[in-house]
């Protein structure tokens, strides 16, 4: 069984002459167990749309998103808050860490509303993405690729089933991006989380053996629908 | 972290906001509690002082300027009585005590009572305690002798041995200096009641001061009583109110006190209000800033929202925020009550000779710190409400 399963999603959304815009139609998409997958497409093609639907921060209109057993589009607001919690890391093309928190706290902050925040585990999170020396830093004293190494941390650190990942380079250089790439895969591979990636960065895409269009795979992009 | 490590975290990142906020809260909290607390005191502290007299006789007039004159040294006397008078009330069977002052002199606006020694000896001014003196000797009635009360000889700053001059009138006027000169004997101490900051000489020796009408050297300003029981009240207020129209007898001490709270009521319904209303803007001012710092960390909430929290989640965040800031104010407060307490009660020592304690449990400060870390509680709440309905995807920019 896969653990990931999309089945008929459609999300549109009310534009503001009134029209009703259909941004997400996928008819069927699948990702095995620890599988790590790139999904191409080009800036306002329905990515983070896709991408909020199956971490249930947006909820669908129609369809299924099986993760492992459970539906995120039959569940409830509070219900998707929890599945994301316990099931789900999401890496941000912005890291969105918290600036009034160390990266110690961002990352405990992540297990907190999982109901396990545990200082040690941590620790250790920060530890294999090389900040250990940087517990008690802000995001503001540390550089681009240490902040977005923080935010893998905090990804990784309740040992999510699956790990959503948002244009995780789009603000790094060269360099830094190659390494922040390099770790994701690699954490992903140690806790064998399946990775689920989205970009337009052809370097970072060359680096998957499974690259998937998402023009292709949103009938909505097809459409001309998808923002 | 739980919920009040990240409301202590959003307090810290809005420092200056959360400082300013929590003040405003403090200056209205302690004003509301000072006001409250300064108009129970007062009242219960005032009605409960009448020196150890059931009543007042004086001349024929107001029986609150009488109280206030005789009992509280404060306004002009009535008007004066004479011997007779003295001697018929002091027979009389329904009264145990009677004892005569006669006013009309100071020291640099520091009353000068004379009276008769038994004020001392034999009145206990509260249940249990009578006028004791902190240093030297009564005064002898027939000499000119003075001892005074704590308060005036700390500010007069005279000890025994001292000798000084009285000044006519109950202003003081250096112009109108009396020749006689009059030693120190004995400091009393302090009692907390109106006597703390009289000159007491004896009665004789104001009676005839240089300057004063000799034909009124056997009068009295007036004369404190004590009655056999509490109801004889009645016999004296038909003989001297109701039947009679030259005296006028001041009782009970108590209820004419209270009465002037009751006319002065509507005061302490403005101060009341106007405190009330300060609490209110310091509220709101709770939701103003909160609602304005709405805007830079609605990314936050967002971010908090993706990492799994609840919409109650965050609306509980905020109104615990609003609540922390009501009780970090409410505990400042503390101290801006304790402070205004303290300027208030020196005030009213000063001119009454008074002291209201400072420290006394008053139900305010149960009933004013609760209300108003609820009332920030609501404020937060419209923040929060602004919270719990924002987008997260909106605000996890940007969208590819």
Known sequence: ?227 | MNLFQIVLRNLRQHLLSTIITALSIALAGGLLMSIWSVKQQSEQTFTRVNSGFDAVLGARGSKLQLVLNSIFHLEASTGNLNQTDYDYIRRHPTVKRAIPIAVGDNLKGYRIVGTVPELFTDIEYAPHHTYTLREGKLFDPTKKEAVLGEFAAHQLQLNVGDTFHPFHGLAYDPRNQHPETYIVTGILKASNTPADKVIWIPLHGLQTMGGHDPKAANDISAILIQLRSPTSGFVLDLLYNKQGNRLTFAWPIGAIISDLFGKIGWFDKVLTLIAYLVALVSAAGVLVAIYNSMAARSRDIAILRSLGAHRRTILGTIVLEAATIGALGMILAFIFYFGILSLVSAIIRSQTGVMLNIFSFDFVMIWAPTTMIALCALGGLVPALKAYRADIASNLAPVS
């Open chain 1, 1 to 227: 069984m896969s653990l990931l399963a999309i089945q008929s999603l459609k999300k549109s959304f009310v534009t503001p002459t009134g029209e009703k815009k259909v941004i997400v139609d996928i008819p069927h998409f699948l990702l095995e167990h620890a599988e790590q997958r790139a999904l191409r497409g080009e800036s306002g093609s329905g990515k983070t749309t896709f991408l909020h639907l199956i971490a249930g921060i947006l909820a669908a209109d129609e369809g299924s998103i099986l993760i492992g057993q459970t539906d995120m589009a039959r569940l409830s607001e509070s219900e998707r808050d929890r599945q994301r919690a316990l099931s789900l890391g999401y890496i941000f093309q912005t890291f969105n860490l918290l600036q009034g928190y160390t990266c110690l706290e961002n990352v405990l902050l992540g297990m907190s509303f999982a109901g396990k925040a545990d200082k040690k585990r941590a620790s250790e999170v920060l530890d294999r993405v090389g900040l250990s020396h940087r517990l008690n830093h802000y995001p503001r004293q540390l550089s681009t690729g240490q902040q977005q190494r923080v935010a893998i941390a905090r990804a990784l650190v309740n040992k999510p089933r699956l790990i959503l990942a948002d244009e995780p380079t789009g603000n790094l250089d060269p360099a830094t991006s190659r390494e922040a790439l390099r770790l994701i895969r690699e954490t992903c591979s140690e806790t064998k989380a399946a990775l689920l990636l989205v970009s337009h960065d052809s370097q970072v895409l060359s680096t998957f053996e499974g690259v998937q269009d998402f023009s292709l795979l949103n009938k909505a992009s097809n459409e001309g629908g998808a923002k």
